[in-house]
């Protein structure tokens, strides 16, 4: 599955993103009642994916008397906003973030779909929370059409399955397994680095913030935190820094300790873990990491790889899942874009693409024996028994927060500079007031 961080925004961005419009514009017939015979989607999805998709929709389609024509483009989130103000927007998008989602409803330019769609079909088919992510003032404009899942943790599956190791069922038994990890082997039970090279060191860091939020503080606290509704150091987030604290900062539990972890680089710091004697255990990541992983580890991922869903606070308690996915907008009100609408909000539309793999269906009614190996199935299976599955939070933060301080003041409190304390009440005081 794809990696994506939220872009940063710059004037060269949003010069190229006019450029695009500007020849994407004949493409477009979006906007207003349009009934146009061609419907257009634009979108950033992985070809494969789209591949899969359009292998079912384009037919569908055709018996309608329809004709869809999907445009892979990049910086969808920047580009629809200026073809919006162009009056030359598609008729259906692709939207990766809940908050542009949001922004589009706010503008008039999107259209609801709790008449376009089966809602009680939907309601039943699909992962618990994915309706709520596209929602807005109560009523649904964005519907998740893929799904990344980021609650899961990876290990060597011949070294683990040697050792006898058992998936933990609560937050106190992972405590437990690292313990036990470093007194059998010496050696680390986390491989856990925020570095990165392309400058947005630190955002490892805040998926398992998120993630601890979200266990200890559920949906509802979690959704009130990523919207500022609680403050940035409410006790909840200071819960999940200290758990977060015990796991990755006592000693002997990451190469290198809080240096060692500021200074890893999260795209190879797993690579020891694929050794015949791991040098550090677990990692806790999404779906996309595989493509990081050793060729050899990629060539096999299920001989190489098992995977776990991060455990709830308690055994048997909350157990929601972090994640992330394209919502498809509708912005179009004419019967073509609607009967399209329809058509992806199925789970058929979803099954050339699983098969395609590096896709997870947002259906938790699949059939999962169409996924092309047992780690995508694994953990598509942990977000379709989640209790809620909910959007990354720094993706729905306002960019100054959550690909700005969020990422600086994990950095500084990783790499032991400062203390949890003084970085949440940093991260907080830098919230926009308006």
Known sequence: MRFTRRARTTSLLAASALVAASAL???GSGGGSNNSSTITIWGSN?????DGWMKVLVPEAKKKGITVKFRKVNNINQLIMTSIQANK?????????PGVVADIVKRNKAFALDNVVDMGSLKDSMTAGTLDAGTVDGKLYGLLVNMSVKSLVFYNKKAW???GYKAPTSLAE???LGDKIKSDTGKFPWCFGIQDPGGASGWPATDW???????YGGADKYNDWVSHKIPFDDDVVKQAGQEMDKLLFTDGNVAGGQKGIANSNWQTVANPMFLPKPGCWMQKQGTFITAFWPKNVQNDLDSNVGVFGFPPAEAGGDNPTLGGGDMAVLLNNSKNAKEVMKLMSTTDFTTEAVKNGGYISPHKDIDTS???????????GVAYKSTAFLFDGSDAMPAAVGAGSFWKEMVAWCGGDEDLDTALKNIDASWPSS
């Open 25 to 27: 514009a004949a493409c």
């Open 174 to 176: 992972l405590e437990q």
């Open 89 to 97: 927007a598609p008729d259906i998008a692709n939207i990766p973030q």
């Open 209 to 215: 913030m998120e993630d601890l939020v979200m266990r």
């Open 161 to 163: 399955d040697a050792a």
């Open 370 to 380: 169409l996924y092309p190996n047992e780690l995508l199935k694994t953990a598509a």
């Open 46 to 50: 992985d070809q494969p994916t789209i």
